[in-house]
């Protein structure tokens, strides 16, 4: 996927049109925190890119740092010990170096983020309705009486029956489903052309997670936007993404289209998460989970990250796989970061 | 909310009948004989039991405990059948040593108290939450390090040591400030404000050194446990000012502690802060009390421990309907 825009951009930038960068592209993007046991290595040179009206899926297990990207996308790391480097080129500005002052106009009004947990997420002291309204307010010039006729049409639009009454509710008035509906109602009220959504239906069950996720594919294909979905949950990622990136130990190990990602899966992590979902007509009555435990962050094998629960590790040969980093390799769109070469990789899945 | 605040005053009222019961009935129980001190050292066994009818003390105790109660409603009658005299409401009986009546004594001695625990509130509670606040905003800076190393000095240090060290630099050393004297009790006595303060700002600062030191400790923690929220970062997220984000998001939420903590802080002083007063000599609560306990008259001893517990009460009180306004799931039960 990586790969793929950046023809296109060479493509076009060689046939002397008016090139665009594309809307959101990031490059070796690093984040590490300094601890007293050392230093955790967050997230490793993640590439990707994005443009408008797309879905990027971010998949992987807890901790392989999705959440960290996300956060330092957001610039909300900024202020901590955290260290982020590389790129972030969104509209033009690179979001990694610009300073705290400059990134909070951005915050909200271009950039929008919903969170996993609406409850924790929301204030509890503030009504929800005050809650969107200081959203709007923050970015727009506008009376209060303005903000709260913007906040209720929005409420309403995120499908909040009786808007104007739950308005001036609190959270803990709301069911869950309602309020991921009015968190998603808080992130989208000025309409940012980037909406980042962290685990937005973790914390809600089987039915609501399909309204909330129709809904968001529903406004975004409204305003166009870009939206990267950070989830575990590969049903979800199917059913909305466009693209995907499969992350572990803070590195990406596989990218493409979710076609790709799914029917041909090229490298091992991913198929053991593949693996893992039960299905209605396995045959098997037990859960098929990766063994092993991710490796610690405070310290990286040498070689590839997933070397150590690689069920093929020894196919590559010499050992390479637990010596040598594998480089993000990409074909046609489709990138994989694994020393396994294309036909070794699908005589494993076909050995499945 | 209206209900809320009904149901917590009719429990108050519940809570001091409670306390005032528990109260008579140490009292009577007490080794000390109230007649027998208040008849003098040289008295003969039947002055002693004139002294008991006269106080009253003959009667069995539930009485006297109506007849406490009934004090607290209107004027009544006290004294030996036939040496009747007078007290008035609200009557808590009269003073054992001086004859005078309990209410005046406790109304002469309160606006020491007050003013003397109101100085000392604000103080410790601008230089507690302000620093603890500090330290949260700068956690692990050499500004927070500083902050919580003089916070475990403060809390460490008891009030004989600060005040007297106190006493010593400012009023004898450096002649800065005047001895505390009794004839000053509020700001708008003929002195003026400022003589108020320069007569209360030792004590002041002697509670406020003490106070604010845990101050200090339990703001910071909960703030940095409060910045630390989901809420925080969504606040962070819409792109709000960190101004906005450190007070109306965070000081908020993360401030209920304090206030809970305050509250008890208040009822507690108001009943008299006992080191205190006798330290720099102002003639409130606690000084009264210390002196009526000594002298074993027991109806100041009674009425300045039941205003004491009135006041933890009514703290009490006040603290959960702060609450209720700060947090709107409190109104929910």
Same mark, same amino acid.
């Given at each position: 996927?990586?790969?793929?825009?950046?023809?296109?951009?060479?493509?076009?930038?060689?046939?002397?049109?008016?090139?665009?960068?594309?809307?959101?592209?990031?490059?070796?993007?690093?984040?590490?925190?300094?601890?007293?046991?050392?230093?955790?290595?967050?997230?490793?040179?993640?590439?990707f890119s994005l443009e408008r009206g797309q879905t990027l899926?971010?998949?992987?297990?807890?901790?392989?740092?999705?959440?960290?990207?996300?956060?330092?996308?957001?610039?909300?790391?900024?202020?901590?010990?955290?260290?982020?480097?590389?790129?972030?080129?969104?509209?033009?500005?690179?979001?990694?170096?610009?300073?705290?002052?400059?990134?909070?106009?951005?915050?909200?009004?271009?950039?929008?983020?919903?969170?996993?947990?609406?409850?924790?997420?929301?204030?509890?002291?503030?009504?929800?309705?005050?809650?969107?309204?200081?959203?709007?307010?923050?970015?727009?010039?506008?009376?209060?009486?303005?903000?709260?006729?913007?906040?209720?049409?929005?409420?309403?639009?995120?499908?909040?029956?009786?808007?104007?009454?739950?308005?001036?509710?609190?959270?803990?008035?709301?069911?869950?489903?309602?309020?991921?509906?009015?968190?998603?109602?808080?992130?989208?009220?000025?309409?940012?052309?980037?909406?980042?959504?962290?685990?937005?239906?973790?914390?809600?069950?089987?039915?609501?997670?399909?309204?909330?996720?129709?809904?968001?594919?529903?406004?975004?294909?409204?305003?166009?936007?870009?939206?990267?979905?950070?989830?575990?949950?590969?049903?979800?990622?199917?059913?909305?993404?466009?693209? &995907?990136?499969?992350?572990? %130990?803070?590195? #990406?190990?596989? $990218? !493409? @289209?979710?076609?790709?990602?799914?029917?041909?899966?090229?490298?091992?992590?991913?198929?053991?998460?593949?693996?893992?979902?039960?299905?209605?007509?396995?045959?098997?009555?037990?859960?098929?989970?990766?063994?092993?435990?991710?490796?610690?962050?405070?310290?990286?094998?040498?070689?590839?990250?997933?070397?150590?629960?690689?069920?093929?590790?020894?196919?590559?040969?010499?050992?390479?796989?637990?010596?040598?980093?594998?480089?993000?390799? &990409?074909?046609?769109?489709? %990138?994989?970061? #694994?020393?396994? $070469? !294309? @036909?070794?990789?699908?005589?494993?899945?076909?050995?499945? | 909310?209206?209900?809320?605040?009904?149901?917590?005053?009719?429990?108050?009222?519940?809570?001091?009948?409670?306390?005032?019961?528990?109260?008579?009935?140490?009292?009577?129980?007490?080794?000390?004989?109230?007649?027998?001190?208040?008849?003098?050292?040289?008295?003969?066994?039947?002055?002693?039991?004139?002294?008991?009818?006269?106080?009253?003390?003959?009667?069995?105790?539930?009485?006297?405990?109506?007849?406490?109660?009934?004090?607290?409603?209107?004027?009544?009658?006290?004294?030996?059948?036939?040496?009747?005299?007078?007290?008035?409401?609200?009557?808590?009986?009269?003073?054992?040593?001086?004859?005078?009546?309990?209410?005046?004594?406790?109304?002469?001695?309160?606006?020491?108290?007050?003013?003397?625990?109101?100085?000392?509130?604000?103080?410790?509670?601008?230089?507690?939450?302000?620093?603890?606040?500090?330290?949260?905003?700068?956690?692990?800076?050499?500004?927070?390090?500083?902050?919580?190393?003089?916070?475990?000095?403060?809390?460490?240090?008891?009030?004989?040591?600060?005040?007297?060290?106190?006493?010593?630099?400012?009023?004898?050393?450096?002649?800065?400030?005047?001895?505390?004297?009794?004839?000053?009790?509020?700001?708008?006595?003929?002195?003026?404000?400022?003589?108020?303060?320069a007569n209360y700002l030792l004590p002041w600062i002697a509670?406020?050194?003490?106070?604010?030191?845990?101050?200090?400790?339990?703001?910071?923690?909960?703030?940095?446990?409060?910045?630390?929220?989901?809420?925080?970062?969504?606040?962070?997220?819409?792109?709000?000012?960190?101004?906005?984000?450190?007070?109306?998001?965070?000081?908020?939420?993360?401030?209920?502690?304090?206030?809970?903590?305050?509250?008890?802080?208040?009822?507690?002083?108001?009943?008299?802060?006992?080191?205190?007063?006798?330290?720099?000599?102002?003639?409130?609560?606690?000084?009264?009390?210390?002196?009526?306990?000594?002298?074993?008259?027991?109806?100041?001893?009674?009425?300045?421990?039941?205003?004491?517990?009135?006041?933890?009460?009514?703290?009490?009180?006040?603290?959960?309907?702060?609450?209720?306004?700060?947090?709107?799931?409190?109104?929910?039960?």
């Open positions: 996927m990586t790969q793929l825009n950046i023809t296109a951009k060479k493509a076009s930038a060689t046939a002397g049109s008016t090139a665009t960068a594309p809307f959101l592209e990031v490059r070796d993007l690093t984040v590490k925190f300094p601890t007293d046991d050392g230093v955790v290595s967050a997230v490793n040179g993640m590439d899926g971010i998949v992987g297990e807890s901790g392989s740092g999705k959440s960290v990207t996300s956060q330092a996308l957001m610039g909300l790391l900024k202020g901590t010990s955290a260290q982020v480097t590389g790129r972030a080129m969104f509209q033009g500005r690179d979001l990694v170096t610009l300073p705290e002052s400059a990134m909070r106009p951005l915050r909200g009004r271009n950039i929008g983020m919903i969170f996993q947990d609406p409850l924790s997420a929301l204030h509890p002291f503030y009504t929800v309705g005050h809650q969107i309204a200081e959203a709007y307010l923050v970015h727009n010039k506008a009376s209060k009486k303005q903000a709260r006729a913007a906040a209720v049409d929005m409420l309403g639009r995120v499908g909040i029956p009786s808007p104007e009454q739950r308005y001036d509710e609190y959270p803990h008035h709301f069911s869950g489903g309602m309020r991921q509906r009015a968190m998603i109602a808080m992130a989208l009220i000025c309409e940012p052309e980037l909406l980042i959504a962290d685990e937005p239906t973790t914390a809600l069950d089987v039915t609501v997670q399909a309204q909330i996720l129709d809904l968001m594919s529903e406004l975004q294909e409204e305003t166009n936007s870009a939206l990267i979905l950070i989830t575990h949950d590969l049903g979800v990622v199917a059913e909305v993404c466009d693209n &995907v990136l499969v992350m572990y %130990g803070g590195q #990406c190990v596989e $990218s !493409g @289209p979710v076609d790709e990602i799914f029917y041909d899966t090229q490298h091992p992590y991913t198929l053991g998460l593949l693996n893992s979902m039960p299905t209605l007509n396995s045959a098997s009555s037990r859960l098929n989970p990766i063994p092993g435990q991710p490796p610690s962050l405070l310290d990286l094998p040498k070689g590839c990250i997933f070397s150590a629960r690689c069920q093929y590790a020894e196919l590559a040969g010499d050992g390479v796989c637990a010596s040598q980093r594998p480089e993000l390799r &990409v074909e046609d769109g489709h %990138g994989k970061r #694994c020393h396994l $070469s !294309g @036909p070794q990789i699908i005589t494993i899945r076909n050995s499945r | 909310m209206m209900t809320f605040i009904l149901r917590r005053t009719g429990s108050l009222v519940l809570l001091l009948a409670a306390v005032s019961f528990i109260t008579f009935t140490l009292f009577q129980l007490g080794p000390s004989d109230p007649a027998a001190a208040a008849c003098g050292q040289e008295c003969t066994p039947e002055r002693v039991a004139e002294a008991r009818v006269a106080l009253g003390m003959d009667q069995p105790f539930f009485v006297q405990y109506a007849d406490y109660i009934r004090g607290l409603f209107s004027s009544r009658m006290v004294g030996a059948p036939g040496a009747q005299t007078l007290c008035e409401w609200p009557c808590l009986g009269k003073s054992f040593q001086t004859n005078e009546n309990v209410a005046d004594i406790i109304g002469r001695s309160l606006p020491y108290t007050f003013s003397m625990a109101i100085g000392a509130l604000v103080l410790w509670t601008i230089t507690g939450v302000g620093l603890g606040l500090l330290a949260a905003l700068r956690k692990g800076s050499p500004v927070d390090k500083f902050i919580v190393g003089a916070a475990s000095v403060g809390v460490s240090l008891p009030i004989p040591v600060t005040g007297l060290f106190l006493l010593l630099l400012f009023v004898n050393q450096l002649h800065l400030l005047p001895f505390t004297t009794n004839e000053i009790s509020s700001p708008f006595g003929p002195q003026g404000p400022g003589a108020w303060v509670l406020a050194v003490l106070f604010s030191a845990s101050y200090i400790r339990v703001t910071r923690t909960n703030m940095i446990e409060t910045f630390g929220e989901d809420f925080i970062r969504t606040a962070r997220s819409k792109g709000l000012a960190p101004r906005t984000v450190t007070f109306k998001h965070g000081v908020r939420a993360g401030i209920t502690p304090v206030v809970t903590m305050l509250g008890m802080d208040i009822g507690l002083l108001l009943g008299g802060a006992v080191l205190t007063e006798q330290i720099f000599s102002v003639p409130g609560l606690g000084f009264t009390a210390v002196h009526a306990a000594i002298s074993g008259d027991l109806p100041v001893t009674m009425a300045i421990t039941m205003l004491a517990a009135f006041f933890v009460i009514v703290a009490n009180v006040v603290v959960d309907l702060a609450y209720a306004a700060i947090d709107p799931r409190v109104r929910l039960q």
